[in-house]
């Protein structure tokens, strides 16, 4: 069997076929708030592709960073009077709480950027030391001219990447750069943020670094595939490209996957707006399964509204899966297993599959005379990360 997926950088849906041995680097949190329905979207995209290569009969090392320092991080921490290890160890917990809830399987490794300092002042002597890289006024930057290819994962025209660079936390009008795409590796600290003491300065590293040294650390020079939302792919991930195969002189990653972003009720969420989402609060109020069947009847490449109503919508089909779990029989469930694996294997058709698993308990709350189809549901269930032999909450 062969999973076909969108590749950003080949803009086309191409077969993804690793080897036995998958390797998959998500980017991850910064913690600085609570799990929003965005976070929730996002990884379960990751959490159905790792599902079903598993059961395609792959090992699947996927890593799944945490940047606990960052430009987002240390300004809230001074905001709210904490240290940031303390802000970000809170606002992890609950993260991880939130994902185990939903039904997400953790990722093999959960590197943090603290962790990792040392292969990050590495990286940036490399590049530095190989021209790929300048230091002025203590701050070091990655020069664009270095690399040709830059812009080549985005598709976007100049103007729009310096556009994007400025409105996602970059400074393409900074006086010091030699190009408004050069982008930061090392930065002086502020005197009440965290330091390193590095070769080329103290201070502390700039964020694309980051997820570069973390990947090389974790699953080496080379990623099968690379994920996140699709509001990282620029600046972020198109800066992770040039920083990285700069430094080690190989391909960075094979296939890029991006999830699109959600919003509420007609406005995108963010947190500027207030309108944030959060998963905790819906975990107070319904059972996390239902969360869980909501956000998979949207497709991840395609950008959604959510709702308040959407979770009704979840909470039904879930009482009708685990109605129809524990009935005595069924139809031939094999045509329905079929097209959720197909579906699956489609580019990850969530709603697609969860079509198929709709009308399967459906046809088995009918009746029928097959035995095996509500256990053939309940295997279906956990290939989609729900389980069916629970009651509902």
């Not at 300004?75 to 939903?102: I, Q, S, T």
């Not at 391909?251 to 905790?280: C, D, I, T």
């Not at 524990?326 to 959720?340: L, S, Y």
Request: hydrophobic share 40%.
């Amino acid at each position: 069997m062969t999973i076909r997926l969108y590749d950003t950088a080949r803009r086309a849906v191409v077969p993804f076929a690793p080897g036995r041995v998958v390797r998959i680097y998500v980017c991850g949190i910064t913690p600085y708030d609570a799990t929003h329905l965005g976070h929730a979207a996002t990884y379960l995209t990751y959490d159905l592709l790792v599902r079903r290569l598993t059961e395609l009969g792959h090992e699947v090392r996927m890593v799944r960073n945490v940047t606990d320092v960052d430009d987002s991080i240390l300004p809230k921490a001074r905001e709210l009077g904490v240290g940031y290890l303390e802000l970000a160890d809170r606002e992890l917990a609950r993260f991880h709480a939130d994902m185990d809830a939903l039904g997400m399987r953790p990722p093999e490794r959960e590197p943090r950027v603290t962790e990792t300092i040392g292969e990050i002042i590495r990286m940036v002597e490399g590049l530095l030391d190989a021209g790929h890289a300048y230091l002025t006024h203590g701050t070091a930057y990655f020069d664009t001219s270095t690399f040709p290819r830059f812009g080549e994962l985005s598709h976007y025209r100049r103007d729009q990447m310096i556009r994007l660079a400025r409105a996602r936390g970059g400074n393409p009008d900074d006086p010091h750069r030699r190009d408004p795409l050069d982008f930061v590796l090392w930065q002086p600290s502020l005197p009440d943020e965290p330091a390193w003491r590095a070769p080329f300065g103290v201070g502390r590293p700039g964020w694309h670094i980051e997820c570069s040294a973390m990947a090389l650390q974790e699953l080496g020079p080379t990623l099968d595939l690379h994920g996140g939302g699709t509001d990282l792919i620029f600046p972020h991930h198109e800066c992770e490209v040039a920083q990285s195969e700069s430094f080690t002189g190989e391909p960075f990653v094979r296939h890029w996957l991006h999830s699109a972003m959600v919003a509420y009720e007609g406005e995108k969420m963010s947190k500027s707006l207030g309108n944030l989402v959060f998963v905790s609060d819906l975990l107070a109020d319904h059972d996390p399964r239902a969360v869980r069947l909501a956000l998979m009847r949207h497709h991840y490449r395609s950008g959604f509204e959510w709702h308040d109503t959407d979770i009704w919508d979840g909470d039904a089909l879930l009482r009708r899966l685990v109605a129809a779990a524990t009935a005595p029989a069924g139809p031939d469930p094999r045509p329905f297993a079929a097209r959720v694996r197909d579906a699956l294997d489609a580019d990850l058709n969530a709603p697609a599959a969860l079509d198929a698993l709709a009308e399967l308990a459906d046809a088995v709350l009918s009746g029928g005379t097959d035995p095996s189809a509500p256990q053939v549901l309940v295997e279906l269930g956990d290939l989609v990360g729900l389980d069916l032999r629970r009651p509902v909450r």
